[in-house]
């Protein structure tokens, strides 16, 4: 099972752009990089997942370079509702999702 | 909408006494997972399912019971609760698996004195 590494927590403000980048460097050729997003007592909400290169949709963007052993989340012009905490997850087979203690993002006015 | 469902939202209960916290969803989602996420150990796996009358332990599965009788139902069951199993739990769904990305329960906070 692969496992991912992300900085504990990160602080931004309104308007900026925010990447956040996980370490998984021992993914398997068949894993998906996805992430959630996740604010107090409320369940994970799936933001993004990408194989490989870039993928974007309307809330974020996600980078994963050739060697796939890493991938940057990139939130575009931040705002405090973007607070939250943000978990990369890699591995896990189809059953489970396999959470980390993720990157706590505080976006400060 | 497009939901899961998680019920009661809060509940205190008493050692011992059986209770179940009901998960519906209305996707038509193959797979179904519930979670319990305590502080310093994040979210753990409790036990999914991959189709109706298919289910399997995940991380964590003792002291809980599960059943999938229907697709779009996945109750979690606790015989005889115990203080150890207060937490907060989630239910979760998806069609295709991890590859899909699950939808997540808004929560159940179970307190178990």
């Known amino acids: 099972l692969a496992k991912t590494t992300q900085p504990i927590s990160m602080d931004s403000y309104e308007g900026q752009e925010v990447n956040i980048t996980c370490s998984h460097n021992?993914?398997?050729?068949?894993?998906?990089i996805t992430w959630y997003q996740q604010f107090p007592s409320q369940g994970p909400r799936f933001i993004i997942q990408?194989?490989?290169t870039k993928v974007t949709n309307e809330v974020a963007s996600l980078f994963i370079p050739a060697d796939r052993k890493s991938s940057t989340l990139s939130l575009p012009r931040v705002s405090l509702s973007d607070t939250a905490v943000y978990y990369c997850?890699?591995?896990?087979?189809?059953?489970?999702?396999?959470f980390g203690a993720g990157t706590r993002l505080a976006v400060h006015p | 909408e497009a939901q899961v469902t998680q019920n009661p939202r809060y509940l205190i209960t008493v050692t011992g006494k059986k209770l179940t916290v009901t998960c519906s969803q209305n996707?038509?989602?193959?797979?179904m997972s519930w979670y319990r996420q305590d502080p310093g150990l994040g979210l753990r796996q409790i036990y999914y399912?991959?189709?109706?009358?298919?289910?399997d332990k995940g991380d964590v599965p003792e002291g809980y019971k599960v059943s999938r009788k229907e697709k779009r139902n996945f109750p979690l069951i606790l015989e005889s609760p115990s203080p150890n199993q207060t937490s907060l739990y989630f239910c979760?769904?998806?069609?295709?698996?991890?590859?899909?990305?699950?939808?997540f329960g808004s929560g159940t906070r179970l307190t178990v004195v």
């Open positions: 979760a769904s998806s069609l295709r698996g991890t590859q899909d990305g699950y939808t």
């Open positions: 990408g194989y490989k």
């Open positions: 399912s991959m189709n109706v009358e298919v289910t």
């Open positions: 997850l890699v591995g896990g087979g189809y059953n489970k999702l396999i």
């Open positions: 996707m038509n989602h193959e797979y």
């Open positions: 021992n993914i398997a050729t068949n894993d998906y």
